[in-house]
């Protein structure tokens, strides 16, 4: 289940809100700029390739493209056993931007978006079926956990794909981790 936990920067230990409830997140997220959306499950085959994934999301992919301008889409699967898990992990984990808007979809497992907007963190725990788009400009970072398990689809207006600006700011090493976080939903 998705859940959304709020932190005050100055404090990121207690929570000023905490929900799983999809349409409040969405309209806690939607008023930051932040689009969040639940998709209907589609049926893949096991360990299903790229395109067949595509395919299967094509309807909600070819809308996005609509609204958004965005030119290419691809998929992104990472496993527990891949070797360079610890590598992947640590790349996304320090406050970064982009100049586009960072869109996943997550088709299998998990992964948590961090987002310091003004003088608050917002964890989302996103899972099965969730979209997030962070928009350009928004500071933020990724955990997908030290055992990641996930595949998305990701989508880009520009074709080289994942660029980010890393900001400098420590905000990521001083929160919450994953560990701790997935104790509390478990």
Not at 18 to 24: A, D, F, L, M, N
Not at 42 to 58: G, V, W
Not at 75 to 95: D, G, I, Y
């Amino acid at each position: 289940m998705s859940k959304l936990t709020i932190y005050n920067e100055s404090d990121l230990t207690n929570a000023v809100l905490v929900t799983e409830e999809s349409i409040e997140i969405a309209e806690i997220l939607n008023q930051k700029g932040v689009r969040f959306e639940h998709w209907p499950t589609k049926t893949l085959a096991d360990n299903a390739e790229q395109d067949e994934i595509l395919n299967a999301y094509s309807d909600d992919i070819v809308r996005l493209k609509a609204e958004n301008g965005f030119t290419t889409a691809d998929v992104v699967t990472l496993s527990p056993n891949h070797l360079q898990k610890e590598a992947f992990r640590q790349k996304f984990l320090s406050e970064h931007i982009h100049v586009e808007d960072e869109v996943r979809f997550f088709v299998e497992g998990q992964g948590l978006f961090f987002l310091h907007l003004e003088d608050k963190v917002y964890v989302i725990l996103c899972q099965k079926n969730d979209l997030i788009s962070v928009p350009s400009g928004a500071t933020h970072w990724f955990d997908m956990g030290p055992n990641p398990s996930f595949t998305c689809i990701r989508l880009f207006t520009n074709p080289e794909g994942w660029i980010a600006d890393f900001t400098g700011n420590d905000i990521a090493k001083r929160a919450v981790n994953w560990e701790d976080l997935m104790e509390c939903i478990e």
